[in-house]
């Protein structure tokens, strides 16, 4: 059996909703003007990790006592074959098996699909990117990194230990990483970032955005409106606000500096200000600046 699987689909002009789920092995999703919907399923040795190969292994060891034990590349040819891939009321599913033995064996999935699709992905263990412009996004990895270059419509990007990346996403984010940093290009819509001990940097910020992170230093490039509640327990924090944006600005910090270079007034504006920042850190710095272009 060979552990490369190639499928091909034909979906016309129109995007897709694409699921894919894997127990271990990397997720890469490339968005394009062309038509139809291709995939490719194989074994990926490299992207295998610890835990996983002690769970093959352990499985392996009990069906070799009962007599069913399989060499480890018929295994993985077997978990190739036996993953699905169908597409049914343009709908692309792609799911690696789900018995242990072979839900262990790390499975690289590439798909490439219309531009605008819609993009849900599940890996157990492995890195997911998304390239191209999608519409919403649902990222989860175990112990990955998520890479999602432009996206439309909402984005939720979850990783255990790994870092997040999003390009434009007008429609806001909803990002959380154990101890990746994240990084945002520019948000539009209501966004939260929770890390518990990576760096945090949002590229244009013109809508609500909440950032947590434990130690990791909180920065905001370019702020232009919204409200934003900024907090680190350890962490620096910075944020520009572009050059003609009235706001209204609140920071502290423990046992840190605490300033802003700009302009202060002691007196109500005439209109509500279009930005509020409250940001706190415990020990680290807070600075608030002219964005810089």
């Known amino acids: 059996m060979s552990d490369v699987r190639m499928e091909q689909f034909d979906t016309g002009t129109d995007p897709v909703e694409i699921t894919v789920a894997t127990g271990s092995g990397r997720i890469d999703v490339r968005l394009t003007d062309e ?30 006592q009962f007599g069913e034990a399989k060499q480890p590349e018929d295994a993985a040819a077997e978990a190739v074959r036996r993953t699905r891939v169908e597409v049914v009321g343009g709908r692309l599913v792609v799911r690696s098996p789900k018995e242990p033995q072979l839900r ?18 599940r890996s157990g263990a492995g890195s997911v990117r998304v390239a191209g412009v999608a519409a919403k996004v649902d990222v989860t990895t175990g112990t990955g990194s998520i ?32 101890r990746g940093e994240v990084e945002l290009t520019a948000v539009g819509g209501p966004t939260t970032v929770i890390t518990a001990g990576g760096d945090v940097w949002l590229g244009a910020v013109s809508s609500d955005v909440t950032v947590r992170s434990g130690t990791g230093d ?46 202060l007034s002691g007196t109500a504006p005439e209109a509500a200000p279009t930005l509020r920042i409250r940001a706190r850190t415990g020990v680290g710095s807070a600075h608030v600046t002219a964005a810089s272009h």
């Open 218 to 263: 909180i920065t905001i490039a370019d702020a232009t409106s919204g409200t934003l509640e900024l907090t680190t327990g350890s962490g620096a924090l910075r944020v520009g606000i572009r050059e003609g944006s009235p706001a209204e600005i609140d920071v502290s910090s423990g046992a840190g500096d605490a300033r802003s270079d700009l302009p």
């Open 35 to 64: 038509e139809g919907v291709d995939v490719e399923v194989r074994h990926a040795p490299e992207d295998a990790n610890p835990w996983a190969d002690g769970i093959t292994n352990l499985v392996s060891w009990f069906s070799t």
């Open 104 to 121: 262990a064996i790390p499975i690289a999935v590439v798909v490439r699909a219309r531009a605008g699709s819609v993009v849900s992905a």
């Open 147 to 178: 890479d999602i270059a432009e996206a439309t419509g909402a984005v939720q990007a979850t990783s255990g230990t790994g870092s997040v990346k999003i390009g434009p996403a007008p429609a806001g984010v909803q990002a959380r990483t154990g």
